[in-house]
């Protein structure tokens, strides 16, 4: 917290630890775009009124919670940056997103939020990768052999920048018209899949923590 009453890092980046590592072992996370992925697309959501949960992507988190695997919420938010919303429109709007994940579930282990403009060149804004860097700082995070799921290449560039495993394009969003710039960014490294249900990655990350 800062003097704003925010979670706000002297960067100016959104950086809110809910719920601490138990333990210092480094653990896998799903790392989770907002709009578009986990809720539908909204240009500029400022309103609570406005959240519409998308429910494979809750589930998803539901599941990764069974599993103990946290989930980290990476946003851009170039509406602050613009001046079109503040910060305390977005508090108001994660509550509404954060209730319906718990509604359903899931749990948002910890929130990364990025106001810079499109052009800034800002190290948390998606595609580049502070956001996951700084989750990682905060948090005892296995980087290599987490996830991201997002609807946009940027998300899937953020994931790959941060030497993630995996990125997974949703088809809400930005997802289907995304998939050309997605699918350009696997690599040795870092695989992306598109077109796929989100309960199959699910399903994947359930048979990695048994295996
Ligand atoms: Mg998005």
New binding site residues.
């Given amino acids: 917290m800062n003097a704003t009453g925010f979670p706000l890092d002297e960067s100016g980046m959104w950086r809110e630890i809910r719920v601490p590592s138990a333990d210092a072992s480094l653990r896998p996370v799903l790392f989770i ?5 986990l809720i539908e ?1 909204v240009d500029y959501l400022s309103s609570p009124d406005d959240v519409r949960p998308i429910a494979e992507a809750v589930a998803l988190t539901a599941r990764a919670r069974a599993m103990d695997m946290p989930t980290v919420m990476v ?2 938010q170039s509406g602050i940056g613009r001046g079109y919303y503040g910060w305390r429109d977005f508090a108001a709007v994660q509550q509404a997103v954060i209730a319906a994940v718990a509604a359903g579930g899931g749990r948002i282990d910890a929130v990364y939020a990025c106001p810079a403009l499109p052009d800034s060149g800002a190290a948390c804004r998606k595609p580049n990768p502070g956001m996951l860097l700084a989750a990682a700082d905060d948090l005892a995070l296995d980087l290599r052999h987490s996830w991201i799921v ?3 290449a ?2 899937m560039a953020a994931g790959a920048g941060a030497g993630l495993r995996r990125g997974w394009l949703v088809a809400t ?2 997802g289907v018209e995304e998939r050309g710039d997605a699918l350009a960014l696997r690599g040795p490294g870092f695989d992306v899949t598109v077109d796929r249900p989100l309960r199959e990655l699910a399903d994947l990350l359930s048979g990695l923590s048994n295996a």
């Fill in positions: 775009d907002r709009d578009g992925t697309l946003t851009n997002g609807d946009t940027g998300d969003g930005y």
